[in-house]
């Protein structure tokens, strides 16, 4: 049985668009501020090996699992799956999958918003020549400077919403594949001229050790690795399942993902490259936090040849990038709130982004205010501040734990005829994705989750 619905909210042009919107959505802020800072926190080699396996093993066939389920239901992930749950004759209540993934899209966008914030300052920083010739311990004083002032912070959490917003409403077709198009080859260009000037402060192979060298891992660590794999690659919340919705038929989803994996991939590891061994050749600390790029990459562009233009550029283009994630976020809501309420996009936006704004001013205090409160929750995690607690829950828990759901509803639950037509590939390629979203992915999913909570021992 083919499906033979269309999308109310239009389609991709091409098969190109497709990529280009969800590489757009992949390549963000994951990639260049958390991976890095995360791979410091978390120790290096061992941690970037766990998330690559992530990436392979887990990622890359939930990535068409969701693909698969969003093209065949064609709507909001929340009415795609009320569709597809009775089309398989399975319960209603799958539509708690759609809801969860709204919902971790909010708060997912809450902090995003602010930490792009970040980035769209140091656009403005840099191009004032405010980082020409600073040293270590004056890139840490500017980032505290801004991150201590919770009235900065909510001017640029406001420009970077509005931002997003008007991109929400005027649909993501329009503008989006454009500025992706020419946006993401010039973001990786920079990139590699960072990676270069990492080349001449004489520790970039101890960036790479550090990168690359296997060393201890703890089972928390494992859990990040895993969420990190969910978060960067967009999977687990709806977005690339309601990019999907507007994918036409024919067009390989298989292929698509493989580019848009690597792609992701390539950015998070550059940046990591890029970063490292300014760390070592500053004696900063790789477990800065969230802050390691705001208090390292302005040193590379406070001395490099022409660092004004390559940094400001480069800020620019971070923002971009947050700015193609970010609409991707709210996407699954948008279209819901279109279907169900027969809201235009103009007031889906502004209620969404009203929502958004708010939520933020929690992550905004977390780095003044209410930086030392903190609280703990058995078994999970320990002495966490708002932010913290949110991107544990968020990248942690709701996405592996969506990623898992997908996982079970493609290739337990839905027939297989439907899944073959829909993924429609070569006999060999169709059976390897099968096996992998039936075993290998819950059942890695659920071993993390077990670990951490201490019901079993891996570590
Ligand atoms: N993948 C985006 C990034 O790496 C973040 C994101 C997560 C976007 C979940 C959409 C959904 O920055």
Redesign the pocket.
């Known amino acids: 049985m083919t499906s033979k619905r269309v999308s109310i909210h239009g389609q991709w042009s091409s098969r190109v668009a497709f990529i280009l919107a969800a590489t757009g ?7 260049i501020w ?1 991976f890095p800072y995360i791979t410091g926190e978390n120790g290096g080699g061992t941690f970037v090996l766990v998330y690559l396996v992530c990436i392979a093993l887990i990622g890359i066939p939930i990535m068409m699992a969701e693909i698969l389920i969003g093209r065949r239901g064609r709507q909001s992930p929340i009415n795609t799956m009320a569709t597809l749950a009775h089309e398989e004759q399975r319960s209603r209540g799958w539509v708690a999958l759609g809801w969860m993934g709204v919902i ?2 909010f708060l ?1 966008l809450s902090y ?1 918003s602010v930490i792009a914030g970040w980035a769209l300052s140091y656009v403005f920083r840099t191009a004032s020549g405010a980082f020409i010739g600073v040293t270590a311990d004056g890139v840490s004083s500017l980032f505290g400077a801004l991150v201590s002032d919770p009235e900065r912070l909510l001017a640029w959490h406001t420009i970077f919403l509005v931002m997003t917003m008007i991109v929400v409403s005027r649909g993501v077709k329009h503008g989006l594949e454009s500025a992706v198009r020419y946006m993401m080859p010039a973001l990786l260009f920079l990139l590699l001229m960072t990676v270069a000037y990492s080349m001449t402060t004489g520790h970039f192979m101890q960036g790479l050790a550090f990168l690359f060298t296997p060393g201890k891992i703890t089972g928390q660590a494992i859990l990040i690795a895993m969420g990190h794999a ?8 709806g ?2 399942m309601v990019y999907g919705s507007y994918l036409p038929r024919g067009m390989s989803i298989t292929q698509a993902t493989f580019m848009i994996a690597i792609a ?1 991939t390539v950015v998070a590891l550059l940046a990591g490259m890029a970063i490292f061994p300014i760390v070592f050749a500053n004696g900063l600390e790789p477990a800065a936090g969230p802050g390691l790029i705001f208090k390292t990459l302005p040193l590379a562009f406070g001395h490099m040849e022409a660092g004004t233009l390559v940094g400001t550029s480069f800020f620019i283009l971070l923002v971009f ?2 700015w193609t ?2 609409i ?2 709210i996407e699954p809501a948008v279209a819901w709130l279109v279907e169900n309420w027969g809201l235009s996009r103009i007031n889906a936006a502004v209620w969404v982004g009203i929502v958004t704004w708010l939520l933020g001013l929690g992550t905004i205090f977390s780095f003044n205010i209410w930086e030392d409160k903190t609280w703990s929750i058995p078994f999970l995690f320990e002495n966490k501040n708002f932010f913290d607690t949110l991107d544990f829950l968020t990248a942690n828990v709701m ?1 592996p734990l969506g990623g898992l759901f997908i996982a079970i509803f493609a290739a337990w639950l839905m027939r297989d005829s439907s899944t073959r037509d829909e993924l429609n590939t070569r006999e060999t390629v169709y059976r390897l994705w099968h096996f992998l979203v039936k075993y290998v992915t819950p059942v890695a999913v659920i071993i993390v989750f077990l670990n951490v909570i201490g019901v079993i021992h891996l570590k």
């Open positions: 959505s992949a390549v963000g802020l994951g990639n958390k971790a899209g997912i995003y969910f978060f960067t690659l967009s999977l687990g919340m977005a690339i992701d990038a947050a994630s970010a991707s976020l996405l």
